[in-house]
């Protein structure tokens, strides 16, 4: 079995900065894509960001050039460093890994069971 366990949600004042983190563990073979997607109350969840397993990075259009995601593949770890928040950052935020396991054997993509981040004054 895998878990993701994020880290790192609260409560932050418009302008205000705060990092997440999502760990995987397990029987892991090897990641591949991971990344975080959040969603707001009412609405679908949408893609924030994500990165490959050597580094390549896509972003929503709505935070690129305020948050970065970065990923530590020696601790199976991935983080989201949000900048310069806004209210309509305010969601839950979920981490997501396509990740290849040794028992059972199989790849597939595993979910967090999310943060919340709230961006208010």
């Known amino acids: 079995q895998v878990?993701?366990?994020e880290s790192g949600g609260g409560l932050v004042q418009p302008g205000g900065s705060l990092r997440l983190s999502c760990v995987a563990s397990g029987s892991i073979f090897s990641i591949?894509?991971?990344g975080w997607y959040r969603q707001a109350p009412g609405k679908q969840r949408d893609l924030v960001a994500t990165i490959t397993s050597n580094g390549i990075t896509n972003y929503a259009n709505s935070v690129k050039g305020r948050f970065t995601i970065s990923r530590d593949n020696?601790?199976?770890t991935v983080y989201l460093q949000?900048?310069?928040l806004k209210p309509e950052d305010?969601?839950?935020?979920?981490?997501?890994?396509e990740i290849s396991t040794y028992m059972p054997y199989g790849r597939r993509n595993y979910w967090?069971?999310?943060t919340e981040v709230t961006v208010s004054s």
């Open 3 to 5: 878990q993701l366990v």
């Open 32 to 34: 591949y894509t991971m």
């Open 74 to 76: 020696a601790k199976n």
């Open 82 to 84: 949000m900048d310069s």
């Open 90 to 97: 305010t969601a839950v935020y979920y981490c997501n890994a």
């Open 112 to 114: 967090g069971q999310g």
